[in-house]
């Protein structure tokens, strides 16, 4: 295989050897190491068991519960809230940490409730309610 014809265009594409890469690989006896995979090849897995089969172990998590075991022994009482907190949210799904949404004033003018005397005569003064009552008596 010729290199210089190759281009590498898995290697950039991919993640993953060229076949010139594989080919001189194979003539030298050579493996392909992990570091030369892109690690989002390294994360696949390829199940070809049958839906009746028993689960794997790996799902049920043992190790890693054991983990946050040991750790809730050693860590302080702030902390242990903390992860408490976290598997409530992991066993049970239905509840949530979101609220409610709070209703908001909407910005802008207020809007005037019941309608206000807005006449543009002005009120009459003092004197001008003094004359009209007595103006009978003076005449």
């Known amino acids: 295989m010729d290199n210089k014809k190759c281009g590498y265009v898995l290697r950039r594409t991919f993640g993953l050897p060229c076949a010139c890469v594989i080919a001189r690989k ?13 690690s989002h090849w390294k994360k696949l897995v390829f ?3 049958e839906g009746g089969e028993e689960e794997c172990d790996d799902y049920l998590c043992l190790a890693e519960w054991k983990a ?8 302080d009482v702030p902390m ?5 907190d976290q598997l409530r949210q992991i066993a049970y799904l ?4 979101l609220t409610e949404r709070k209703l908001v004033e909407k910005k802008g003018a207020k809007k005037r409730g019941a309608r206000v005397d807005s006449s543009t005569t002005r009120s ?3 004197w001008e ?3 009209a009552r007595f103006s009978d008596s003076q005449a």
């Open 26 to 38: 194979l003539r030298n006896n050579l493996p392909i190491r992990l570091d030369e995979v892109n």
């Open 47 to 49: 199940d070809d068991r």
């Open 68 to 75: 946050i075991q040991e750790q809730l022994k050693t860590v």
């Open 80 to 84: 242990k809230a903390e992860i408490r």
């Open 94 to 97: 239905e509840t949530t940490s």
């Open 124 to 126: 009459p003064s003092i």
């Open 129 to 131: 309610h003094v004359d």
